[in-house]
């Protein structure tokens, strides 16, 4: 089974690292990605820029360069940055602009819209939103006006949940990624999910899983084999994600 690891951090202390609540995690590079995810058929994939990132630019080119074709790149940006520097980007890999509301490092939220609408126009890139499902009830006449998102790590919460489920029915992705950081039975979701939108669900690793109570484990991609037919995994691992980076291998 092909995998697009949809979620996933390089963390190279060679690149600026910007403390989030005093915490700068460890690094973790193309290499050691590469070594935990060797029993895994990872075809491509997305590098996911972290609040300890901030804005820097400069790893997540690194990384795309040392990963090669079929990953892109989720980057954040503030609403300062120029059309020049987001199509230097889109041409380098990156393919979404991430809003980190659980850690910040990224713009703020009364940014969203604006800058989604200018990125889709500029270069088709969609939003990634890495938010509590408490929040989603507050958010959501905004999320509905975006052109296009994603939600990460199953919206973390229980409470929440139906909303997301609202979304994900008028349209938006969501992660399958970070199962150690939900409050919820993940079997349940995950069919939930599916049945709502078979389109939505984007498999990722989450690696390494900074200051999650647990990290990626083979377990988690069992789980989802053990739920859904060999079509529908197909659809989990690969082509939800291939189609929603647009890449086309």
């Known amino acids: 089974m092909k995998i697009f690891d949809s979620h996933f951090h390089i963390i190279d202390h060679q690149f600026p690292l910007v403390a989030n609540n005093g915490f700068i995690p460890d690094a973790f590079s193309v290499e050691q990605y590469q070594q935990h995810t060797s029993q895994l058929n990872i075809m491509a994939g997305a590098v996911v820029s972290g609040s300890f990132q901030a804005f820097d630019q400069s790893y997540l080119l690194a990384a795309l360069k040392q990963l090669g074709p079929g990953f892109v790149g989720v980057t954040q940006l503030p ?28 713009e703020a939220i009364q940014h969203i819209e604006a800058l989604a609408q200018r990125v889709y126009t500029l270069a088709g890139w969609h939003i990634e ?33 139906s909303t997301l489920l609202k979304l994900i029915e008028a349209g938006a ?6 199962f150690g950081r939900v ?5 349940n979701a995950l069919q939930k999910i599916f049945s709502v939108n078979p389109d939505a669900l984007l498999f990722g690793t989450d690696l390494p899983g900074t200051r999650a109570p647990r990290a990626f484990t083979p377990q988690d991609f069992e789980l989802i084999s053990s739920l859904f037919s060999t079509a529908q995994q197909e659809k989990i691992f690969y082509k939800n994600a291939a189609d929603f980076y647009h890449i086309n291998n």
């Open 129 to 161: 939103l890495y938010v509590d499902s408490t929040e989603l009830e507050s958010l959501y006449p905004i999320l509905m006006r975006l052109p296009k998102f994603s939600i990460d790590h199953l919206g973390l919460s229980a409470t929440g949940f």
């Open 173 to 178: 992705r969501v992660k399958a990624t970070g």
């Open 79 to 106: 609403a300062t940055c120029p059309d020049a520097e987001i199509l230097d980007l889109h041409h380098s890999g990156v393919r979404a602009l991430r809003f980190n509301l659980k850690r910040g490092g990224s």
């Open 183 to 187: 409050d919820f039975n993940v079997a």
